[in-house]
């Protein structure tokens, strides 16, 4: 059954662009630690903005959107935000993944599942404030490298 749950999935992954609305999600509820197995409180992410990703290494969408977030976080209004990207996969998978793709993200591993937080198409991304609200969020693949992102970006840090 989880089999049959899992191809379901990656074909609406595949077939996602965007998604209009894209479901709430309790963050701070998640249970989160490093590739190296260290837990990390989300108490401890708040303070700096966040833009939160959640995603898979098995996500062709999720997987092409990464160059051009990369290049936004290094950018004048992407370098004052905490860049973190959440998988719920083995972290033997996770660890694969980021020696062979030297990302600069924050990379995270869920114990939650993402289905029980109601995640079900991927990517899901979500903009905090540095008080750890969520002002913006959108499912599916993004152009990052579009203007809106960057000034969406310089416009929270300004408000800190």
């Known amino acids: 059954m989880r089999l049959v749950i899992f191809f379901v999935l990656v074909m609406v992954c595949m077939s996602c662009d965007t998604l209009e609305n ?76 980021t020696q062979k793709n030297p990302y600069s993200f924050t990379f995270l591993q869920s114990k939650t599942s993402l289905q029980e937080l109601g995640l079900i198409l991927l990517p899901q991304s979500y903009l905090l404030d540095a008080d750890g609200k969520v002002i913006w969020q959108e499912g599916g693949t993004i152009n990052w490298d579009k203007k809106e992102h960057r000034e969406r970006l310089k416009g929270l840090t300004l408000m800190n």
């Open 22 to 97: 894209p479901p709430e999600v309790a963050w701070q509820t998640l249970s989160l630690q490093t590739l190296e197995g260290k837990p990390v409180s989300t108490d401890g992410l708040t303070g700096t903005p966040i833009l939160l990703n959640f995603w898979a290494t098995w996500c062709k969408p999720c997987l092409e959107e990464l160059p051009a977030m990369e290049k936004l976080m290094k950018t004048d209004a992407g370098k004052h935000v905490n860049f973190i990207l959440v998988s719920e996969e083995s972290l033997p998978t996770l660890q694969e993944f």
